[in-house]
């Protein structure tokens, strides 16, 4: 089947702050690419902080070296008050008004739609990202297929919004669907929504979120679109985290918001990958490499993994003291401190000295793998 030809995808999962991480691998891949200016992924996935990187590729698609520059400056010049406000006063009108719907029960006043005010994002994506451009480059051909995945409120649950230039029709599965549709910066801020934390998107008369949500299959979208070979940069920190049993205390609100976003993130990923090995064993079995069922084909798919050789939690700490005053006084009222080691914090930490450290990690990570990313990406 022409829908088999060897394709290249690239999944980028979520991760919040942790998505520096993508662009040092992606630095990376552009300098192992070296002369060769066009990207060598045809299928480009994301989902929350991953949609964005995945945007800015496919907006730039015809010059990958160019588009991770561009990527990189983003990243580099991050500051919190770029992603959310952090202006004093309404900062201390958002706590007024939490804790006036606590007490209040939302009687006194309407229950606030997030805790997080993410306007000044929008605005940066407006500016940096050519939505017109991707839709061309899938026109066009130059790329095959673009992916961003949210969650919906109403539906309860994941939808990846697709561009291609394939013929691939909607899919409906239990908790998770596609939708061909000529992607924005709605679809964008929906992925991007994380919950609770920032404002929900309405799409087409539906409220959307983080597109980490209910996604117990990122792996997927891709390959129907075509993908035959992945490769996935996970944020998730790949050393064994061992636990400190003689400082075990009742977990705060931090410490159970980094578990509940870890899990968000990371937990469907590997799940994924285990269940794609057992594909691919079934597959092997049979000598033309090749299953068919009811509905579709399949075949072996090759994959990739780059993830972060350090703990990305000790690094966000060491960066606690860049953080707004306004935003840190926040942080201690839920437990987050430059003490206590918080999984929440390095989700939120969107400062230039952690973005650039965060980076500078992926760069050393993909190129202590350089000969394994040639041979997989065929250079």
């Known amino acids: 089947m022409e829908f088999f030809d060897q394709k290249l995808g690239l999944v980028l999962p979520g991760g919040g702050a942790r998505g520096a991480y993508q662009v040092g691998v992606l630095k990376a891949i552009s300098d192992i690419q070296g002369k060769i ?93 050519d939505f017109e451009s991707i839709n061309h480059n899938i026109s066009s051909g130059v790329l095959d297929a673009f992916i961003l995945t949210a969650a919906s409120y109403e539906e309860k649950q994941s939808v990846s919004f697709f561009s291609t230039n394939s013929k691939v029709e909607d899919w409906h599965k239990v908790g998770r669907s596609g939708r061909q549709s000529k992607i924005n910066i709605d679809h964008l801020m929906a992925s991007v929504a994380l919950p609770l934390i920032f404002p929900a998107i309405m799409i087409d008369g539906q409220y959307y979120g983080d597109g980490a949500m209910r996604q117990e299959t990122p792996l997927s979208p891709a390959i129907r679109l075509g993908a035959t070979n992945l490769l996935i940069i996970s944020t998730e920190s790949s050393i064994d985290d061992s636990v400190d049993l003689s400082r075990v205390h009742y977990p705060n609100i931090s410490e159970i918001g980094g578990y509940v976003l870890d899990g968000l993130f990371s937990g469907s990923l590997y799940s994924d990958l285990e269940r794609l090995d057992r594909i691919n064993q079934v597959i092997a079995q049979n000598d033309n490499q090749q299953v068919r069922t009811k509905t579709k084909e399949l075949r072996h798919i090759d994959y990739l993994v780059i993830s972060p050789s350090k703990d990305i939690n000790e690094i966000a700490m060491n960066c606690y003291e860049d953080i707004p005053l306004s935003i840190r006084m926040l942080f201690r009222g839920i437990g987050i401190n430059r003490s206590n080691n918080s999984e929440l914090l390095s989700f939120l930490l969107f400062e230039s000295s952690f973005s650039k450290s965060l980076i500078d990690l992926g760069f050393q990570d993909a190129m202590k793998r350089r000969e394994e990313i040639k041979k997989f990406l065929e250079i």
Request: hydrophobic fraction near 40%.
């Open 37 to 129: 200016e066009a990207s060598p992924f045809r299928v480009i996935s994301g989902t929350s902080a991953g949609a964005i990187n995945a945007s800015m590729i496919s907006s730039r698609i015809e010059d990958f070296h160019r588009s991770i520059l561009n990527l990189e400056d983003i990243w580099e010049n991050f500051s919190t008050n770029h992603i959310y406000k952090t202006e004093k006063l309404f900062m201390l009108k958002q706590s007024l008004h939490w804790l006036l719907t606590l007490v209040s029960g939302g009687v006194l006043t309407k229950n606030p739609r997030s805790l997080l005010n993410n306007q000044p994002l929008r605005g940066l994506l407006e500016k940096t990202i």
